[in-house]
Nanobody, 114 residues
């Protein structure tokens, strides 16, 4: 059993920053890839960023150069540093174990508004 808990969401003005955290517990030794997803109102959930056990990262085109995903070596915590935020970044952000066995957190709301 794996448990994922996101934190760090909130309200920020355009151009501001947020740092999301995902605390993972349980059996994590086989995790290969984790990621951050987001879902805006009326839109499908989309992959924002992912990171592998080798440290390889991938980003959605919409966040490249603004967001940075990182993790500690034990997979206990994964982070998403979000800079230069735009109103279009407003969404519920979820962390997910992508492989080998998918698991989702409950999400944290990030709102970008003046």
């Amino acid at each position: 059993q794996v448990r994922l808990v996101e934190s760090g969401g909130g309200l920020v003005q355009p151009g501001g920053s947020l740092r999301l955290s995902c605390a993972a517990s349980g059996s994590l030794f086989s995790v290969l890839v984790m990621g951050w997803y987001r879902q805006a109102p009326g839109k499908q959930r989309e992959l924002v960023a992912s990171i592998s056990n080798t440290g390889s990262t991938n980003y959605a085109d919409s966040v490249k150069g603004r967001f940075t995903v990182s993790r500690n070596n034990a997979w206990n915590t994964m982070y998403l540093q979000m800079n230069a935020l735009k109103p279009d970044d407003t969404a519920v952000y979820y962390c997910k174990i992508i492989t080998p066995t998918p698991a989702w957190g409950q999400g944290t709301q990030g709102t970008v508004s003046s």
